[in-house]
């Protein structure tokens, strides 16, 4: 798992010709990989699979049960773009790239690589201020149980002050590679903890408690238009891991099967987010909550599922966390100044807790989970993940290289890509002030 989440030099794309691509075997200079079939697949579905699958039952709230074919339809862009992306690395024929934001600067130059890592860092930087957002709330709720006075803003400043140890002492991804794989297993494990409970839990729902005060029967509904590009962002959340993947392809011994892994490791995570979402929504209906553990009654399955949840996103914060800070101390050149290794320690310990203080405060000023998540999905991994891999690959290899209905398929997905992006952040920034005002009814 190292290898494939490890900061890697930047190539110099600009050596490399634009020419189009080259018959012939086109993995014959790529890097030799070790890793098997299944070690890719289970590497797909560790990066895929998160907390954010607990968000989306909620997402079906917001969009209605036609939120079930917007979760295909961000299945099958995902698995398309994703294809897209790592045949932009053999582009030439000749020399593999090695990063997206290499795959960008070939496409667009310096301004492509900007751009892509504005949006790649908006990630580093707002998984980790979600997940602290999360492990606060859940803290809080555990706490609270038993008597505790401390707010939820205080357990997200003392989480904070926690992880800032693992985060400096953490000094490159060799470290906390494996946690994807803790991630993905403990997403799963509360996923069919909480799917089960709400079915045995149902028989308590003919009638609820709404927020009007009013006893009425839980509510579903078949379609909910204005809150569809807000769904689509929260999907997008949960399909975003792109940025990694030339490094599960690189760590690859057969690298051509890669279209058929990302296909049935992104089909394997979307029966888990149908399980989830499905099970939520049927059950709880219109006061569902993100994360959907939050509906369940008081007691040991709530609990287990809390403490769970919590142990992957506390030890998933080095893991963003460790990304960001890499690019900033290579940007700063650290380990080039000739500095002492205590010297060095010194200037990384302040960087990374500095970062963490940006951190923290963003969560601090806004503890709302699901809010959050839509508009990280909407501003960023909804162009990372749909948009920008078909916008190079149809740059690098030009128009004419596809036949005219895969470009009919290409103008969709960037269209409806970026339309529910743009969309998507102005209604989840909306959303984030309603939070933030009180004024939300869920």
């Known amino acids: 798992m190292s290898k494939i989440v490890e900061k890697v030099h930047e190539v110099d794309v600009e050596s490399v010709a634009s020419s189009g691509p080259v018959e012939g075997d086109i993995y014959a200079?790529?890097?030799?990989?070790?890793?098997?079939?299944f070690q890719a697949y289970v590497n797909i579905v560790s990066v895929l699979a998160g907390a954010g699958t607990l968000g989306l039952p909620a997402a079906l709230r917001d969009a209605g049960w036609v939120g079930l074919i917007i979760l295909a339809l961000a299945c099958a862009m995902a698995i398309y773009s994703n294809q897209k992306l790592i045949k932009c690395l053999y582009y030439d024929g000749r020399n593999r790239l090695r990063e997206y934001p290499d795959v960008a600067a070939a496409a667009f130059g310096v301004p492509?690589?900007?751009?892509?890592?504005?949006?790649?860092?908006?990630?580093?930087?707002?998984?980790?201020?979600?997940?602290?957002?999360?492990?606060?709330?859940?803290?809080?709720?555990?706490?609270?149980?038993?008597?505790?006075?401390?707010?939820?803003?205080?357990?997200?400043?003392?989480?904070?002050?926690?992880?800032?140890?693992?985060?400096?002492?953490?000094?490159?991804?060799r470290e906390v590679a494996f946690l994807s794989i803790f991630g993905a297993l403990s997403t799963a494990i509360v996923v069919f903890i909480v799917m089960i409970a709400a079915i045995l839990d149902s028989k308590n729902f003919d009638e609820v408690m709404k927020p009007n005060g009013q006893l009425e029967p839980v509510h579903h509904d078949v379609a909910i238009p204005r809150n569809l590009p807000i769904a689509l962002a929260t999907f997008?959340?949960?399909?975003?891991?792109?940025?990694?993947?030339?490094?599960?392809?690189?760590?690859?011994?057969?690298?051509?099967?890669?279209?058929k892994l990302?296909?049935?490791?992104?089909?394997?995570?979307?029966l888990l987010y149908f399980l989830c979402s499905t099970s939520g929504y049927a059950v709880y209906g219109d006061i569902v909550k993100s994360p959907i553990y939050m509906?369940?009654?008081?007691?040991?399955?709530?609990?287990?599922?809390?403490?769970?949840?919590?142990?992957?996103?506390?030890?998933?914060?080095?893991?963003?966390?460790?990304?960001?800070?890499?690019?900033?101390?290579?940007?700063?050149?650290?380990?080039?100044?000739?500095?002492?290794?205590?010297?060095?320690?010194?200037?990384?310990?302040?960087?990374?807790?500095?970062?963490?203080?940006?951190?923290?405060?963003?969560?601090?000023?806004?503890?709302?989970?699901?809010?959050?998540?839509?508009?990280?999905?909407?501003?960023?991994?909804?162009?990372?993940?749909?948009?920008?891999?078909?916008?190079?690959?149809?740059?690098?290899?030009?128009?004419?290289?596809?036949?005219?209905?895969?470009l009919m398929v290409m103008i969709f997905v960037i269209i409806v890509g970026t339309a529910g992006s743009a969309v998507g952040t102005v209604d989840a920034i909306k959303e984030l002030a309603k939070a933030y005002r009180g004024e939300l009814d869920h």
């Open 262 to 270: 990302i296909l049935w490791g992104t089909l394997t995570v979307t």
């Open 112 to 173: 492509g690589r900007i751009v892509v890592t504005f949006f790649y860092n908006s990630i580093a930087l707002g998984g980790p201020v979600l997940y602290l957002i999360l492990t606060g709330t859940n803290i809080h709720s555990l706490a609270s149980s038993v008597g505790s006075a401390i707010t939820l803003k205080q357990w997200i400043m003392i989480a904070a002050a926690i992880m800032v140890v693992p985060i400096v002492l953490t000094k490159t991804m």
């Open 236 to 259: 997008a959340f949960s399909y975003g891991g792109n940025v990694i993947f030339p490094h599960v392809e690189e760590s690859m011994k057969h690298k051509s099967a890669w279209n």
């Open 295 to 406: 509906n369940l009654p008081e007691g040991a399955t709530r609990t287990v599922s809390t403490i769970i949840i919590t142990l992957h996103v506390l030890l998933a914060i080095p893991l963003f966390m460790t990304t960001f800070n890499l690019q900033v101390e290579a940007a700063l050149k650290l380990d080039s100044r000739g500095l002492s290794a205590k010297t060095e320690f010194i200037y990384r310990a302040i960087l990374r807790t500095l970062s963490m203080v940006v951190v923290a405060t963003i969560a601090l000023f806004f503890p709302y989970f699901g809010q959050m998540m839509s508009l990280l999905g909407a501003l960023s991994d909804g162009m990372l993940t749909f948009v920008f891999p078909v916008v190079f690959y149809l740059k690098l290899y030009g128009v004419k290289s596809v036949g005219k209905a895969e």
């Open 29 to 37: 200079n790529a890097p030799a990989g070790k890793a098997t079939n």
